[in-house]
């Protein structure tokens, strides 16, 4: 079973319009919590990151993601998004005895002018 | 990121055929990683190495082998390569919170 659930695969939005992206895990315990972007061509890039203390971590480009415990979620938001976000977003998580970062399926988010 | 580098960038290739692909990083880190990306799937790991004597198989290792030449080098090999490994392939080093990606390599194998 996937243990990183991305629940939208394909999102378009159009320009200034919100963004959320939905990341559920299933490990249970310590976890380290991660957002990556590839945009068309690259490699993969840290967005942002959780590792404990206010759960509302901001990242770089506006971006912003709120870890629940309770929902063992870690859902990425942006209150305007931008062309220049078109991209694929992957969610990822660490476990506390783990040796690798477990990836989601990724969105494909497509900015529309 | 500059400090990771592949080669080659792009490869077609023919079943059957053996391929490498490298990975260097300028670093320092010991670990160092193989994943595998398609589309609708994320990434997911073939490989990783805690140094150069330490290398363990991650989730989707069958089909292929790696080798730590050194600290700063980490091959991926694909034996007998098939079509169903057609893919984007990515290095990364560094310890998993921190971790660095290579510019990836697309493989293609006819």
């Known amino acids: 079973a996937q243990s990183v659930s991305q629940h939208n695969h394909h999102v378009i939005l159009s320009e200034a319009a919100s963004l959320e992206l939905g990341c559920n895990y299933s490990?249970?315990?310590?976890?380290?919590l991660f957002w990556y972007v590839q945009y068309p061509g690259q490699h993969l890039q840290l967005l942002l990151k959780y590792f404990s203390g206010d759960p509302l971590v901001k990242g770089i480009k506006g971006f912003e993601a709120e870890f629940i415990k309770s929902k063992f979620s870690f859902n990425l938001r942006k209150p305007s998004v931008q062309w220049s976000d078109t991209a694929e977003y992957f969610c990822?998580?660490?476990?506390?005895?783990?040796?690798?970062?477990?990836f989601g399926k990724g969105t494909s988010l497509l900015v529309t002018p | 990121d500059a400090d990771v580098t592949q080669t080659p960038r792009n490869r077609i290739t023919k079943t059957g055929k053996r391929i490498m692909l490298e990975c260097s990083q300028t670093k320092g880190h010991d670990r160092m990683y193989w994943y595998r990306q398609d589309p609708g799937l994320g990434l997911r790991l073939i490989y990783y190495s805690f140094d150069v004597k330490d290398i363990n198989k991650g989730e989707i290792s069958d089909g292929y082998s790696v080798s730590r030449q050194a600290q700063a080098k980490f091959s991926l090999s694909l034996e007998s390569a098939i079509p169903n490994q057609t893919a984007l392939y990515f290095c990364?080093?560094?310890?998993?919170?921190?971790?660095?990606f290579g510019p990836g390599t697309r493989l293609t194998v006819l």
């Open positions: 490990y249970g315990g310590t976890v380290n």
């Open positions: 990364a080093t560094g310890a998993p919170r921190a971790q660095f």
């Open positions: 990822a998580v660490l476990r506390n005895s783990g040796y690798a970062l477990n």
